[in-house]
Every structure is written in C-alpha cells, then in structure tokens.
C-alpha cells in the first residue's frame, strides 16, 4: 500500500517527512481496534462507579469500606490503597486506577509496535520506504496513534465521571492517570521496538517492563497503606497511583510522567537512526546448522512457537491465583456490613455459602483470563498465515488440518495448563490461611478446570472466524469482550437474561458450592467441538491470504 491510497500527497525529504500520512493510514487501520478499547475500559470504569454508587450510598459507608480494604495487604498489593472513601469517585479510582493503568499501558504497546515494529517485518514498511518517507515517519506515527487513543480515553471517562456526578478536578485526574499510563508505556514500546527484529519479542519486552512496574506497585502497596513506599515509587505505574484522584489531586506528578516520556520516546528516535531497517539492535542468536529432533514436525514447531507465551502466561496465573486465595479469608469481614455487596458476591457466584460464592466468582475470572489466551493463541494460525509463515510447511507434506491442530493444541490443553496452575495457587495460598490445604486445594483446582468447557467455545468461535472469515479474525476479541460483559459483569448490571445466556459462562454451574450438573459441561463440550469442525472445514477450503 503506498501513501496515495490514503489520498494525501507528501512532499519533503526531512526524517519526519510522511509522518501526516501514515499516522492517518495507522488511524484508519485501528478504527476498530482503538475504540473497542476505548469502549472498554470507560465501560469498566463506568461500571465500577454506578456498582459502588449503589452499594456505598452513604459517606460512612464509603469511609468504613476504604478503611477496610486498606487493612488487607493483599487487597492493596491487587488495587492499591484507597486513598478515601468521601465520594463514589474516590472509590472508582482505586477500583480502577492500578488495573486500568496496567490495561492503558497494554492498549499502547500494541498499537506502537504494530505500528513500527510489525509493519517492518511484514515487508509493508520497507514498500513504504521506497516513496517519499523520512526514517522517523514511522515511529511518529505510532506514537501520535498511541496519543491519540490515549487522549480520547482520558476525554471520555473524564466527561462520563463528571456527567454521573463526580467532580471535574477528580475526574480529569483518573483520566489523565489511565492517559499517562498509556503514553508512558508507549516511549518503552518505541524503544523495544528498536531492539529486536521480532514484533512478537517487542511486545514481550515491553510486556514484560509493564509486569515488573505491576509487581513493584503491588509489593510497595503491600508492605504500606499510604503509597509511600520507594517500591511505589520505583514503578511508572505507582506515580499514576500517586496522582490520587478525588484524593488531593497530586497534579505535579505529572512532571515525572512527562519526564518519563521524554525519555524513552527521545531513546528510540536515538535508536531507530543506529539499525537497518527489518533489523534490531540487539544480535539475533544464530541457531543450530541443523534442527534438533525434537523440532521434526508442525506439532513441535507450535510448541516452540507458543511456548514463551504459555509459560508467561502460567506466571500470570500463579500470581492471580495466589491472590485471590490470599483474600479468600477475610473476604466474610469485608462484606459483613454490607448486604448489598454479599448480594452482588452471590450474584456473581452463585447462592452457596459467602466464601464459596467469591471463589466461584474468582474462578470465572481466572475463566476469562483463559480464554484470553485461548483467543490469542488461536489467532496465532491468523497471523502465521498472513506472515506467510504457513506458506512453506504447507507446501510440503503437511496438510492444512494437522497444521492448524498443532497450533489448536494450546488453546485446548494450554488453557487446561493455566486453569491447574491458577486453581493450585489459589488452593494452596487459601488453604494455607485457613489450616487446610488437604481440602481446599482440591476444591479450588476443581473448581479452575470446570471452567475449560466454555473456553473452549470461544476458542472454537475464533477458530470458525479464522476459517471462515479470516479478514474479520480480530471479531474474535469482541466475542470475547461480549462474554465477558455478559457472563461477568451482566449479573450485576442487571442485564437481560436472553443477554446472559449469551455467554457460555452463564452456562457453567457454580463452583465451588454450586450443585453439579454434567450436563452443562457435556453440552459445551459439544458446541466447542461443532464449531471447532466448522472452522477447520472452511479453512481447508478457502484460498491462503495472499493466494
């Protein structure tokens, strides 16, 4: 695709010359993935704060609820403190702020590295580079793309806040904190995308600076209320924490975000003029003259290829599943005097005993989070194909079937891995609170893998996408974002149940405490494996991409 596609003449020989054109033809292309985002996470933030409005409608509830979560560490380590409980708006930012900075911070390192990084090993950038384009057009694109989607975000939960009541100062104040999580991380992405000739590696370094500044705020938290500790302070994520919205409102905090955008986005136009274009700075590890044995075969190739994502994965699982164990105790105390948060707990999980509905709860999130991966890892066939990847395996005497099962392979027993590693941490962290590990370990990983049956439905509806309309694969994540409204947060919402059933997690019985059907299960089995034959079918017959 050249520049006059997009109708836009350039002119000019500067290292920015073309920047105008591209960043229109990135906003073009992201039309839908940016403000599915967008939409996302106002959606969260909004229905956090009409959640808690309902709940905590008075200011001694709201005072009593802050000052019970900032008595759990491990409440802290997963939120942050609550640094007041005097409006709804003060307790939608700790419900929010630490959670969807790390999301806003995800949202830019996508978009800057598919904008730079991806663009140059797919060979577009290169076709770019042949017209009238200066050698940082392209990474000023992606970052005016980032600040775009970060600058539209802030906007709209800025105004959504203060249009249902809360104030102006505070509300601009949790938007700008998600924003500068974004634009901060976008300057690590533009460095890592210098670094590696891999997009999937440029991801996974700067995915990776993003969970150390997760766990960094997380530990600081814990072992303080105030957020004072230099671990939060260490972490891009606990100076967002420290503007404190609806809390003070610390706007000078912003100075060290900025400082910090300077920096990494000055690192990378610095970077960007040292490497050839489609290479990276750092050396690529030459393999071996010759392939091990163990690589003979698409099944073995599809473990070396999703296997880094597996185990990062399985990391992020132990921890979440160790969390929420952590909490399982303590969560009677917390919802003691508030029967409408119990309510909500049981809504959410189920009629069972209060423990037993917030880990049914918990599991259904660890569910989702599944199903992410399974998402993922299922549109990994997509962009093998359209990397022409597939090209030379299929050309030999590999069918398209066993290609696409060895990729198929993770989400139907890697999400089997994530549920084990999530139920076993979750089992062993509550088990060892309460004196019983023998009992609850068990229960907790029963009640993980339980959740596979409706994972694997939206792994096989991805699956019928890629094999049937694979230029609308990416509808995949807005499936996945539809379940998760519905089945996680549409009790709450009071949605519909027509709406409800929707999902295939609304489906699923109750676990741990609910009564057990195999029916469910068995049904879902079903749908997951109809639909994984219909995809598999409509890609053994259509046409490669490219072809």
């Given at each position: 695709?050249?520049?006059?596609?997009?109708?836009?003449?350039?002119?000019?020989?500067?290292?920015?010359?073309?920047?105008?054109?591209?960043?229109?033809?990135?906003?073009?292309?992201?039309?839908?993935?940016?403000?599915?985002?967008?939409?996302?996470?106002?959606?969260?933030?909004?229905?956090?704060?009409?959640?808690?409005?309902?709940?905590?409608?008075?200011?001694?509830?709201?005072?009593?609820?802050?000052?019970?979560?900032?008595?759990?560490s491990s409440l802290r380590a997963l939120y942050g403190p609550a640094f007041s409980g005097e409006s709804t708006g003060a307790l939608t930012a700790w419900r929010m702020g630490c959670i969807g900075a790390a999301l806003t911070g995800l949202m830019s390192i996508l978009i800057v590295v598919r904008h730079t990084r991806e663009e140059e090993e797919s060979g577009r950038q290169e076709l770019l580079s042949s017209g009238v384009v200066g050698r940082r057009a392209p990474l000023t694109a992606g970052l005016l793309t980032a600040l775009t989607a970060n600058a539209a975000l802030a906007l709209i939960?800025?105004?959504?806040?203060?249009?249902?009541?809360?104030?102006?100062?505070?509300?601009?104040?949790?938007?700008?904190?998600?924003?500068?999580?974004?634009?901060?991380?976008?300057?690590?992405?533009?460095?890592?995308?210098?670094?590696?000739?891999?997009?999937?590696?440029?991801?996974?370094?700067?995915?990776?600076?993003?969970?150390?500044?997760?766990?960094?705020?997380?530990?600081?938290?814990?072992?303080?209320?105030?957020?004072?500790?230099?671990?939060?302070?260490?972490?891009?994520?606990?100076?967002?924490?420290?503007?404190?919205?609806?809390?003070?409102?610390?706007?000078?905090?912003?100075?060290?975000?900025?400082?910090?955008?300077?920096?990494?986005?000055?690192?990378?136009?610095?970077?960007?003029?040292?490497?050839?274009?489609?290479?990276?700075?750092?050396?690529?590890?030459?393999?071996?003259?010759?392939?091990?044995?163990?690589?003979?075969?698409?099944?073995?190739?599809?473990?070396?290829?999703?296997?880094?994502?597996?185990?990062?994965?399985?990391?992020?699982?132990?921890?979440?599943?160790?969390?929420?164990?952590?909490?399982?105790?303590?969560?009677?105390?917390?919802?003691?005097?508030?029967?409408?948060?119990?309510?909500?707990?049981?809504?959410?999980?189920?009629?069972?005993?209060?423990?037993?509905?917030?880990?049914?709860?918990?599991?259904?999130?660890?569910?989702?989070?599944?199903?992410?991966?399974?998402?993922?890892?299922?549109?990994?066939?997509?962009?093998?194909?359209?990397?022409?990847?597939?090209?030379?395996?299929?050309?030999?005497?590999?069918?398209?079937?066993?290609?696409?099962?060895?990729?198929?392979?993770?989400?139907?027993?890697?999400?089997?891995?994530?549920?084990?590693?999530?139920?076993?941490?979750?089992?062993?962290?509550?088990?060892?609170?309460?004196?019983?590990?023998?009992?609850?370990?068990?229960?907790?990983?029963?009640?993980?893998?339980?959740?596979?049956?409706?994972?694997?439905?939206?792994?096989?509806?991805?699956?019928?996408?890629?094999?049937?309309?694979?230029?609308?694969?990416?509808?995949?994540?807005?499936?996945?974002?539809?379940?998760?409204?519905?089945?996680?947060?549409?009790?709450?919402?009071?949605?519909?149940?027509?709406?409800?059933?929707?999902?295939?997690?609304?489906?699923?019985?109750?676990?741990?405490?609910?009564?057990?059907?195999?029916?469910?299960?068995?049904?879902?089995?079903?749908?997951?494996?109809?639909?994984?034959?219909?995809?598999?079918?409509?890609?053994?017959?259509?046409?490669?991409?490219?072809?």
């Open positions: 695709m050249s520049s006059t596609d997009v109708g836009v003449p350039v002119h000019g020989t500067g290292t920015a010359t073309g920047t105008g054109v591209l960043t229109r033809l990135a906003l073009r292309r992201d039309r839908i993935m940016i403000p599915a985002w967008v939409y996302a996470l106002t959606t969260a933030v909004l229905s956090s704060c009409l959640s808690l409005e309902k709940l905590y409608g008075t200011l001694k509830e709201r005072t009593d609820f802050a000052r019970g979560m900032n008595v759990n939960v800025g105004a959504a806040l203060t249009v249902l009541g809360q104030s102006v100062a505070g509300s601009a104040a949790l938007g700008l904190a998600l924003a500068a999580s974004g634009l901060m991380f976008a300057g690590v992405a533009a460095v890592t995308a210098q670094l590696t000739a891999s997009a999937r590696v440029a991801k996974g370094l700067a995915g990776a600076v993003l969970g150390l500044a997760f766990l960094l705020r997380a530990a600081g938290d814990a072992a303080s209320a105030d957020a004072a500790s230099p671990l939060v302070w260490a972490s891009p994520l606990g100076w967002t924490e420290n503007l404190r919205p609806f809390a003070g409102d610390r706007w000078w905090v912003l100075g060290l975000v900025a400082a910090f955008t300077a920096v990494t986005t000055g690192a990378g136009y610095v970077l960007v003029a040292r490497r050839d274009l489609g290479a990276g700075l750092l050396p690529a590890r030459p393999g071996p003259a010759e392939g091990a044995a163990s690589l003979n075969g698409p099944f073995a190739l599809a473990w070396r290829l999703q296997r880094g994502a597996l185990y990062s994965w399985a990391a992020g699982f132990a921890v979440a599943g160790a969390l929420y164990g952590s909490v399982g105790n303590s969560i009677s105390g917390i919802v003691e005097d508030n029967a409408q948060l119990g309510d909500m707990v049981r809504r959410m999980g189920g009629p069972g005993a209060l423990t037993d509905s917030f880990f049914a709860t918990a599991m259904g999130l660890l569910g989702m989070l599944a199903a992410a991966y399974a998402v993922q890892s299922t549109l990994r066939l997509r962009s093998e194909e359209t990397g022409r990847l597939a090209e030379p395996l299929l050309a030999n005497a590999v069918g398209r079937v066993r290609w696409a099962c060895s990729h198929l392979v993770f989400p139907a027993f890697g999400t089997l891995v994530l549920l084990t590693v999530g139920g076993v941490s979750a089992g062993l962290a509550y088990g060892a609170t309460i004196g019983d590990i023998s009992g609850r370990l068990p229960a907790l990983t029963g009640a993980a893998l339980a959740q596979a049956p409706a994972v694997w439905v939206t792994a096989a509806l991805a699956l019928v996408l890629f094999g049937w309309i694979p230029k609308a694969s990416a509808a995949a994540w807005g499936i996945f974002a539809a379940f998760l409204l519905c089945g996680q947060l549409g009790p709450v919402l009071h949605l519909p149940q027509l709406m409800l059933d929707l999902s295939p997690f609304t489906h699923l019985p109750k676990a741990p405490g609910g009564h057990q059907e195999a029916a469910p299960y068995l049904w879902l089995v079903v749908v997951a494996a109809m639909a994984a034959a219909v995809g598999l079918t409509g890609f053994r017959r259509r046409d490669l991409a490219g072809d």
